[in-house]
């Protein structure tokens, strides 16, 4: 949802023009919007120079020429469009009347509509149709009025409702950028002589592993060697008590040789796999007790993250014997009525700052209900604004497909309830035993799936490419991996994909079933392996073109299908973090079939920050 860069410098640190560096810096925010983008740079005479144009990173910097351009401090932006098609005009940094000030936001304010008005009747004339822009106006009116700038800003910040990161720059104040936060990410990057402002840290990542995550309400501004902030009562905040080191590398947010992020970061799950579980520790243990003694425990999540719950759930109930209830985050009603304070919500999240989770956190904290957080950024918002917080150990995920994160939710979340039920003695000690052993041989499993299935992935990539629809059924802890492939395929190949329970096939979605038609079973050593087999001669019946992603060694199954996705056989507890590495090949092979960029897809962002 948009990605913000500020940087600022103490004399000329900066070994290549600032236009440059700010061009690479948004290359690594890419994911989060990449519609529109532009810079506004203070340059070292003091000028404002503002470039902007609708398109991508790479086209638009060529276009405009951002290598050209130096400065000691300049922001960037790479926008997803919210309010206002994306356009040369709505692209980001918005300027005031008097071509002083330069904005640049990641959020929508929704009062823009009323104080657009207000500036008007003022005077102020506005050329755009983004929300964004009366920030400038704001800032430049309270300006007029004979504050200073940060009083300015103080005062505008007052005024908006809504969600927002935004940075901005006066040319009357040639040393520093400003900025705020509330509900969308911000983080500050600390360097010697050299300060960066971004929504996420692998931005910077090349020049300062040292971060300050920004808390909502927070106002301040950087130079080259200060950092200012003050929280939302005016009480100046004691950085030194904020300061994180972050143990990612710069290496980790580059491609390392892969043509995507989303291939790169697939190939990383064994890794990300052990990271996780070298990770495991007292938080892990605290929250399984916690659970163990819950009354009822819900879970919530968006998208991909919202499957790993599904996964959780039934887990939860069905080898802990915790009541669970999984619902979509921005789905809050379906439970929210009968939550109460002897209930646990575990709110999942790989970004930590998706506002629908965040919002349902926030909503169920009102009720007393203990919050605990699984993610994969520290100190993002949902964590902080938890009771308890897990993290997993994926390294930053730069593709817009979930990949890696949702195999170590699921491996984390897995290992918590295992431990739960343990403690509650729903499993023997025995049976713990060997689900530990399980979960641990799966990052070299995970690695046998990817060498196994990727030749094959690729060459059912080239039918599946001229495919309009394809079914993902399996049945029991099956469906929500069968999900996570379809959302997969949907989300980076363009085609429309559903997952149903195999049982569910007959009652109506077995009527678009024609010759040709793909259709994927995820089988699992489970009680329903066999049950399973009729409703694949259900489809075969109608000519389905039958794609079994199964165990090694389940040849009724095999001799039913047309393709066989094989992994290894494992506990099916376990199995669903292995059976999705299959489909995230598939996706990714087909999309790239397709001709489509699999890291960038079509109107999705990273993060989403808007409700
Ligand atoms: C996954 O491939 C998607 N891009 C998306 O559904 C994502 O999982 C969702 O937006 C939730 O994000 P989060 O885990 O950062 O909260």
Redesign the pocket.
């Known amino acids: 949802m948009c990605g913000i860069i500020g940087i600022v410098q103490k004399g000329k640190i900066l070994k290549k023009k600032l236009g440059t560096v700010l061009r690479g810096c948004l290359k690594n925010l890419e994911y989060r919007g990449y519609d529109s983008v532009g810079f506004a740079i203070i340059t070292w005479n003091g000028e404002l120079v503002v470039r902007k144009s609708k398109g991508k990173i790479d086209d638009v910097s060529r276009k405009l020429g951002f290598d050209d351009y130096d400065g000691v401090l300049g922001i960037a932006h790479t926008r997803w469009a919210t309010h206002g098609k994306p356009s040369d005009i709505n692209a980001h940094p918005h300027v005031d009347c008097k071509n002083t000030i330069a904005v640049v936001h990641n959020g929508i304010i929704e009062n823009y509509q009323e104080l657009k008005e207000k500036l008007k009747e003022r005077g102020h004339f506005f050329i755009s149709e983004t929300d964004t822009e009366i920030i400038a106006h704001l800032i430049e009116d309270y300006k007029s009025r004979g504050y200073d700038t940060f009083t300015a800003f103080k005062k505008a910040i007052k005024e908006l409702k809504g969600a927002y990161a935004l940075a901005f720059i006066d040319k009357e104040v040639p040393d520093r950028i400003y900025f705020a936060r509330n509900t969308s990410p911000l983080v500050i990057g600390l360097g010697k002589n050299i300060m960066f402002v971004s929504s996420d840290i692998p931005a910077f990542l090349e020049y300062t592993n040292r971060v300050i995550v920004l808390q909502d309400g927070e106002i301040g501004y950087i130079t080259g060697d200060e950092v200012h902030i003050e929280g939302i009562d005016g009480t100046i905040v004691d950085k030194s008590k904020r300061i994180r080191i972050v143990d990612w590398t710069p290496e980790m947010a580059k491609k390392a040789g892969y043509p995507h992020f989303m291939l790169k970061e697939i190939h990383e799950q064994p890794l990300a796999l052990s990271s996780t579980l070298a990770g495991i520790g007292v938080e892990v243990e605290k929250l399984a007790e916690v659970l163990a003694s819950a009354q009822r425990v819900f879970l919530t999540?968006?998208?991909?993250?919202?499957?790993a719950t599904l996964i959780a759930e039934y887990l939860l109930n069905n080898l802990a014997e915790i009541p669970a209830f999984s619902f979509i985050?921005s789905e809050y009603n379906r439970y929210g009525k009968i939550l109460t304070k002897n209930d646990v919500l575990i709110a999942?999240?790989?970004?930590?700052?998706?506002i629908?989770?965040l919002m349902a956190v926030r909503r169920a904290k009102k009720k007393n209900v203990f919050i605990a957080a699984i993610?994969?950024v520290i100190d993002s918002a949902?964590p902080r604004e938890s009771n308890i917080a897990v993290y997993t150990r994926a390294g930053p995920e730069i593709g817009?497909?979930?990949?890696k994160?949702?195999t170590t939710?699921v491996f984390l979340l897995s290992w918590i309830i295992i431990k739960s039920a343990q403690i509650k003695g729903s499993i023997t000690e025995e049976e713990a035993k060997t689900l530990y052993s399980s979960l641990r041989r799966l990052p070299e499993y995970a690695r046998n799936v990817i060498s196994i299935n990727e030749f094959l992935a690729k060459k059912i990539a080239q039918d599946m490419a001229g495919k309009q629809s394809a079914y993902y059924l399996g049945r029991g802890l099956a469906v929500p991996v069968s999900m996570e492939g379809a959302?997969?395929l949907k989300?980076i190949a363009y085609i429309h994909a559903e997952a149903y329970p195999a049982g569910e096939s007959k009652h109506g979605p077995i009527a678009l079933v024609e010759p040709g038609f793909p259709v994927l079973f995820t089988i699992f050593d489970d009680e329903y392996r066999d049950l399973i087999l009729a409703n694949i001669e259900e489809m075969k019946a109608r000519g389905a073109w039958i794609i079994v992603n199964t165990f090694e060694g389940n040849e009724k199954a095999v001799k039913l299908s047309n393709n066989v996705f094989k992994t290894p056989r494992v506990q099916h507890w376990v199995a669903p973090i292995l059976h999705i590495i299959p489909y995230q090949l598939l996706a990714y092979y087909t999309s790239i079939v397709k001709g489509y960029d699999p890291d960038k897809?079509r109107n999705?962002a990273?993060?989403?920050t808007v409700e």
Request: hydrophobic content about 30%; aromatic content about 6%.
């Open positions: 999540g968006a998208g991909t993250s919202y499957h985050s999942v999240s790989q970004s930590g700052e998706t629908d989770t993610s994969n949902i817009v497909a979930a990949t994160t949702f939710q959302l997969k989300e897809p999705l990273k993060t989403v």
